[in-house]
């Protein structure tokens, strides 16, 4: 009888409904989930935080007239420019999906090929903010300064920003990293791509991260 009952035990556990094998995420993914989570109380602390700052003074900058600046032009042309890197960064987001859905499929030249198409945009969007930075600081706006109203303004700007671009390097490291070992075979080796479907949850934070930020410091 014993031995029916581990037969059929095992048979259960073979089974492809059978419970054998839980139906719960790797524990790459579960500790990506943890960290996302942590990271986003983090910027929802600081975004809070600065929405207090906002609501509590009496004026705040006008945000026309602080984000106009444009590259190689005199003109003044709101937003425009950060609106262009939100368009780079959301891009990006789509070649990393790809990048995903090619590892799926086990094209490794795929995945390479998107891989490096996000690691471009994050570069480029890194770019664009250090020349935001260099014109606002230009301008006069440091930590304790702002030459467009209250310090408080550009001090949560720069922390906030300089957070997220933090992110955004962290993110490119990794992905290129992550392309050499792909270049390298080391995934087929593997049988399996999930390395790159952990990156991608990291990289689709940031970008959803950077769609508030854009919020409330351009648009609020």
């Not at 032009?73 to 990006?92: E, G, H, R």
Request: charged share 15%; aromatic share 16%.
């Amino acid at each position: 009888m014993t031995q029916e009952v581990t037969l059929e035990q095992e048979k259960v556990l073979k089974s492809p409904w059978g419970g054998g094998k839980p139906p719960l995420a790797s524990r790459e993914k579960f500790t990506m989930w943890i960290f996302i989570l942590s990271d986003a109380f983090t910027f929802g602390g600081l975004l809070a935080g600065y929405g207090s700052l906002r609501a509590s003074l009496p004026s705040w900058p006008s945000r026309i007239e602080v984000f106009s600046a444009f590259p190689f032009t005199s003109a003044k042309l709101p937003l425009l420019f950060v609106s262009i890197m939100t368009f780079i960064l959301i891009c990006s987001s789509l070649t990393m999906a790809l990048a995903v859905d090619a590892g799926k499929r086990m094209d490794r030249k795929g995945v390479i090929k998107y891989l490096l198409l996000t690691i471009g945009g994050g570069l480029l969007f890194l770019m664009c903010q250090a020349y935001e930075w260099g014109h606002l600081i230009h301008e006069g706006a440091r930590l304790t300064s702002n030459p467009w109203g209250v310090p408080l303004f550009t001090a949560s700007f720069f922390v906030i920003t300089g957070f997220h671009g933090l992110h955004v390097l962290s993110g490119v490291i990794v992905l290129t990293i992550m392309a050499i070992r792909v270049a390298k075979g080391i995934y087929d080796k593997r049988g399996s791509y999930e390395g790159v479907e952990v990156a991608g949850l990291y990289w689709h934070f940031v970008d959803l991260v950077w769609v508030f930020i854009f919020a409330f410091f351009y648009l609020l």
